[in-house]
């Protein structure tokens, strides 16, 4: 009797305890020494990475961190180590936990992009210049009337950066929807920060509206950077890698593929796909939701359809106070006197004024917001945080 009653109360902890989450990396981000003059910023709980290489001729940041604290402490680590400048930036994807960082350094740093995100940041519009220029308040007088693209120089097929007797490669796999993602080679170390391709124990972000690219224009990069047989592979997002994690990508992206077309086989229509769509062989990676959207691409893809094409989006207003706060502050949930209660994304592309960033949002502030209610979640453009 003993024994059932220790397991009835034992399966009850079990069922009621919170989800695990399933980051593959700390609490707290680390600043790795890889090779001579060459650093990975591995950021917590499966943030964005970071790649730091420094020459004589200054320091080049690859990507530049999820948010302003995590900025500020990708500088605060390449000050350790080093007295030279920031004078070069490269992005490996414009996506905002990879860009959002770049005003903290640029200007004076040069910035390095594909010419298709040249071409995104040309179609800017004006509240999100603002929000790049208020990102950090220390750098306001540096930032009062410049444009993101000030301070660009952009390639098309890849480049080649001499620095200091450093040889750095940035390299670009055509295909017709890649945004713009590239990766970064030093062919003498033999270390490779894979950009968007380069995941470790994390299901990738594919989406159909092909915004992050497609799983077969992935799987041309991942074998371009399988070529190149690296030493050490810095991940997007994920713990440091090497050549072997590459191919798990592959593997993962091949066997994905297989599954849909074995689904539509049958005649199932895309809903009952995303429905029985699995991953399990990969099931303690992070990122669980992310397997039913990749298998809608996917469905496009097999189907030679293209992007799928932005739902018309409604702009909508709320006032009120915070009721909760999640991701140090990417995420709020925010109840109106009324008592209608809206959970809000906050990204780096938010114009946020009065904090200073993201980070510093508390339950109990006053706020209004200015947000798009989509179809996955609620995007916010403008938050005024009221005293």
Known sequence: MKKSLFFVVSLAIFLFLPPRLDAVTGDKPEFNKVTDDVYAYVGKRNDANAMVVVTSQGVVVVDTGNNQPETRNILKHIQAVTSQPVHYVVITQNHGDHIGGTPLFSPPALVFVHQRVVKDWTEMKPRLVKAWRKRFPERQEALKNFHPLDAVISFTDGMTLRLGGKSIELIYVDD?????????????SGVLHGGFAAYKERHPDLRPDYSHGTTGGMLKQLEALIRLKPKVVVTSHGPIGDVAD???????????RRRVHALMDKGMTLDAIKKEFHMNEYKNWDRQVHPPVTAATIYRELNGEGPEKPAQVAE???????????????????????????????????????????????????????YEKQKERNETLEIKVEP
Do not use: C
């Not at 590459?246 to 994905?256: G, K």
């Open 246 to 256: 590459l191919q798990v990508m592959v593997d993962y992206l091949q066997l994905a």
């Open 176 to 188: 017709p929807y890649n945004p713009g993602d590239i990766a970064v080679w030093l062919p003498r």
């Open 316 to 370: 909508r207003q709320i006032r009120g106070k915070i009721v909760k706060v999640e991701e140090e502050g990417r995420f709020l949930t925010v109840a109106s006197a009324a008592g209608e209660q809206v959970r809000l994304r906050i990204s780096n592309a938010t114009d946020i004024e009065g904090i200073p960033d993201r980070s510093h949002l508390k339950a109990g502030m006053a706020l209004s917001a200015l």
